[in-house]
């Protein structure tokens, strides 16, 4: 299962633009480092060999942030996970880095306005 996973995250890597922007280049950095259960600042500017004030000055002169950042990957590796009905969704939830069901579920309602089971529940019935 950590093969088909880490496979979904290297497919999501190479969907990403190759572009020069660090927003593009924190987001692949971001999908592996979650794969790693590391997704956080520091680790991310170790990564990118930045220290944390010059990739905070580059986000914002892209006009977006560490945590938006974050959050779009997150979204996106979201219902890439959940397509896999051998995941349950506290394991999609602990995969993205989220402590508990209950916070995964509120951040992924603010994302499509539904809950993972009902988003589930939909993407199966279409398969």
Not at 11 to 30: F, H, P
Not at 39 to 46: G, H, P, V, Y
Not at 87 to 98: F, P, Q, R, T
């Amino acid at each position: 299962m950590y093969r088909q996973l880490t496979e979904q995250a290297e497919r999501y890597l190479k969907s990403l633009n190759t572009g020069d922007n660090i927003a593009a280049e924190l987001k692949r950095m971001l999908a592996d480092l979650l794969a790693h259960g590391e997704a956080n600042a520091d680790a991310a500017c170790r990564a990118l060999k930045l220290s944390r004030r010059t990739l905070q000055r580059r986000l914002k002169a892209e006009k977006t942030s560490f945590q938006k950042v974050l959050q779009e990957v997150r979204a996106d590796l979201a219902v890439r996970y959940l397509s896999d009905k051998r995941l349950k969704a506290l394991e999609v939830a602990m995969l993205l880095g989220y402590n508990s069901i209950s916070s995964f579920t509120t951040a992924f309602k603010s994302w499509y306005d539904m809950p993972p089971v009902e988003y589930r529940q939909r993407f199966l019935a279409l398969s």
